[in-house]
């Protein structure tokens, strides 16, 4: 796949969920406000081995962080999908992929 498309939400409750999302170490999205419906981004894969990192930095209003993560590739396809369920600020989920 050449690049990555990101969906996110808060499934829960929106209470001002955020997230902040690395690629390789490198942050690529400082802050991500999580709203009850998908928003995405498109994030570019360099060669090789890609590490996507997703930050709960908060916890909202009503207790921990609460997101789903949807992750396709190029050809839109469904890679991987995740629910967070009171993540705690600081906290980190990743995906390794591999560019060849």
């Known amino acids: 796949s050449l690049f990555l498309t990101v969906k996110y939400r808060d ?38 081995i890609n590490k996507i990192d997703f930050e709960a930095l908060n916890t909202g209003t009503s207790g921990g962080n609460t997101a789903e993560i949807q992750i396709y590739d190029d050809k839109n396809v469904l890679i991987k999908s995740n629910l967070w369920d009171n993540l705690a600020a600081g906290f980190k989920g990743s995906i390794i992929m591999v560019k060849e």
């Open 11 to 48: 499934y829960i409750y929106v209470d001002g969920d955020l997230l902040r999302i690395y690629s390789n170490g490198k942050i690529i999205k400082s802050e991500l406000y999580l709203e009850g419906i998908l928003k995405e981004i498109k994030i570019d894969l360099a060669d090789g």
